[in-house]
Nanobody
Framework: VQLQAFGGGLVQPGGSLRLACAAS????????MGWYRQAPGKERELVAR???????TYADSVKGRFTISRDNAKNTVYLQMNTLKPEDTAVYYC?????????????WGQGTLVTVSS
């Protein structure tokens, strides 16, 4: 099972970006899919996650600005980021709790860099 993330880049403050992360492999089901981020010198933190039942959790710092969504048919999770701030600059990692024929695994994508700067 692999997770591959797309969509990072450089954006000005106030701008928007959309991240996507697709899971591939022999997948039976995906429970939680979400996004974490790690800024330089800081610990990795939860940004947003969504359960298979569409229950969402957001970090307080992104509420009202970021929206997580899933396309279960494509095993893909998205993160729409609006009104970006310089403090959103970080490497963003997708994460998923995946059930496959090999069991349950907590999988991570490779990370995609988001830089918010003028």
């Amino acid at each position: 099972v692999q997770l591959q993330a797309f969509g990072g880049g450089l954006v000005q403050p106030g701008g928007s970006l959309r991240l996507a992360c697709a899971a591939s492999g022999t997948i039976l089901s995906i429970n939680v899919m979400g996004w974490y981020r790690q800024a330089p010198g800081k610990e990795r933190e939860l940004v947003a996650r969504m359960s298979s039942g569409s229950t969402t959790t957001y970090a307080d710092s992104v509420k009202g600005r970021f929206t997580i969504s899933r396309d279960n048919a494509k095993n893909t999770v998205y993160l729409q980021m609006n009104t970006l701030k310089p403090e959103d600059t970080a490497v963003y990692y997708c994460n998923a709790l995946i059930s496959s024929r090999y069991g349950l695994s907590n999988s991570w994508g490779q990370g995609t860099l988001v830089t918010v700067s003028s």
